[in-house]
T-cell receptor, first 114, second 110 residues
Framework: GAVVSQHPSWVICKSGTSVKIECRSL??????MFWYRQFPKQSLMLMAT?????????EQGVEKDKFLINHASLTLSTLTVTSAHPEDSSFYIC??????????FGPGTRLTVL | QKEVEQDPGPLSVPEGAIVSLNCTYS??????FMWYRQYSRKGPELLMY????GNKEDGRFTAQVDKSSKYISLFIRDSQPSDSATYLC??????????FGKGNQVVVIP
């Protein structure tokens, strides 16, 4: 199947700093990528849909100024958590859409904000 | 996001048993139905994908969809310890977005 990578796999930062997470589709081009957040023992919650060359579409309740998404190429989308706070600590997972419906997920990035 | 109900209670079965998982939903707009497997601290891995009512088999896995009852199931035959993971149901809606269930943690005991 298609491979999606994320970098970094984990990050620890101080409160108030910004963190950038990369999502790459390694062997296919993805016009659409998705960003999810998963708290312990909870389901994946969709944060935003990232479309190559256009602005991301955010789900209700997700602050677009706090979670900046850039999808500059068909194989790369980035999520920047700006001015991170401890409540932003979570597991962030991206997925990339291949073809019409199948989404392939990255391995996730664990963010811990101190 | 649209709501998907999945009883998150852990499930322990002996090796070789059949694992039965299910999800219910209320929104008729869901178009495609998927099952993902997620190991601890890893991203979800697509197991099964279907869009019509009925059964779909892939090796030891069978996905079942009943659109009239808004109910989907996943069966794992001859379960193995390596099947121990969290299983998430997911359903697609507008613009290929996915709504996930909470996931079932499955433990297969050797």
């Amino acid at each position: 199947g298609a491979v999606v990578s994320q970098h970094p796999s984990w990050v620890i930062c101080k409160s108030g700093t910004s963190v950038k997470i990369e999502c790459r589709s390694l062997d296919f081009q993805a016009t659409t990528m998705f960003w999810y957040r998963q708290f312990p023992k909870q389901s994946l919650m969709l944060m935003a849909t990232s479309n190559e060359g256009s602005k991301a579409t955010y789900e209700q309740g997700v602050e677009k100024d706090k979670f900046l998404i850039n999808h500059a190429s068909l194989t790369l989308s980035t999520l920047t958590v700006t001015s991170a706070h401890p409540e932003d600590s979570s597991f962030y997972i991206c997925s990339a859409r291949e073809g019409t419906d199948t989404q392939y997920f990255g391995p996730g990035t664990r963010l811990t904000v101190l | 996001q649209k709501e998907v109900e999945q009883d998150p209670g852990p499930l322990s079965v002996p090796e070789g048993a059949i694992v039965s998982l299910n999800c219910t939903y209320s929104n008729s707009a869901f178009q495609y139905f998927m099952w993902y497997r997620q190991y601890s601290r890893k991203g979800p891995e697509l197991l099964m994908y279907t869009y019509s009512s009925g059964n779909k088999e892939d090796g030891r896995f069978t996905a079942q969809v009943d659109k009239s009852s808004k109910y989907i199931s996943l069966f794992i035959r001859d379960s193995q310890p390596s099947d121990s993971a969290t299983y998430l149901c997911a359903m697609s809606y507008g613009n290929n977005r996915l709504a996930f269930g909470k996931g079932n943690q499955v433990v297969v005991i050797p």
